[in-house]
């Protein structure tokens, strides 16, 4: 059974960085999508940014340029850097694994910025 267990999340200054790791069990060449989301303080869960298993990205609006995906296949992890990090980025971030008809999600690392 594929497993997800994100890391990296913490508390930082506006304008500092963070890298947050999500690591597969059973491994990432063959996942098809994957992807970072993240929810706020009484906000809707969003799609923060996704990459493909062709290594095609996508990015939120309110993200790019500050923020970078990628993926190590043989390390089975994706990884999501943020730079000038701001207190709007304060959320639960969660990695998911798509495989088409369903979605394998993390339980979720906590990013918090202060001003």
């Known amino acids: 059974q594929v497993q997800l267990v994100e890391s990296g999340g913490g508390l930082v200054q506006a304008g500092g960085s963070l890298r947050l790791s999500c690591t597969v069990s059973?491994?990432?060449?063959?996942?098809?999508?994957m992807g970072w989301y993240r929810q706020g303080p009484g906000k809707t869960r969003e799609l923060v940014a996704s990459?493909?298993?062709?290594?095609?990205?996508r990015y939120a609006d309110s993200v790019k340029g500050r923020f970078t995906i990628s993926r190590d296949n043989a390390k089975n992890t994706m990884y999501l850097q943020m730079n000038s990090l701001k207190p709007e980025d304060t959320a639960v971030y969660y990695c998911?694994?798509?495989?088409?008809?369903?979605?394998?999600w993390g339980q979720g690392t906590q990013v918090t910025v202060s001003s």
């Open positions: 990459i493909t298993s062709g290594g095609s990205t």
């Open positions: 998911t694994a798509g495989f088409g008809t369903y979605n394998i």
């Open positions: 059973g491994g990432i060449a063959s996942v098809p999508f």
